[in-house]
Nanobody
């Protein structure tokens, strides 16, 4: 059974940092992404990371709103994906979701989703 479990959310002041983690169980995925959904808004893409497999090459993609502030990474041995968030702004307040896709682009969403973790940034 495939499961994605996010952790690491919380309350932080503007300018602060948080590191989100996503633990995947059940299988290994090539492509992971983080999405977020703020109150009253649609879920939006935040960052994605793809793994080429044999060549062991990683590719990352970011929404313009988080470029230079957020970093996505993964540890295949642990089946973990991370989102390091720096210079947080109140506009980053949202529930953050981890999603995974077996193959193909994940920037529009994956095959599996976690339950989400709340990030609140105070001004």
């Amino acid at each position: 059974q495939v499961q994605l479990a996010e952790s690491g959310g919380g309350l932080v002041q503007a300018g602060g940092s948080l590191r989100l983690s996503c633990a995947a169980s059940g299988r290994t995925f090539r492509n992971y992404a983080w999405f977020r959904q703020a109150p009253g808004k649609e879920r939006e893409f935040v960052a994605a990371i793809s793994w080429s497999g044999g060549s062991n090459t990683y590719y990352a993609d970011y929404a313009d709103s988080v470029k230079g502030r957020f970093t996505i990474s993964r540890d295949n041995a642990k089946n973990m994906v991370y989102l390091q968030m720096n210079s947080l702004e109140p506009e980053d307040t949202a529930v953050y979701y981890c999603t995974a896709k077996l193959s193909g682009t994940v920037v529009s969403g994956g095959d599996y989703w976690g339950q989400g973790t709340q990030v609140t940034v105070s001004s």
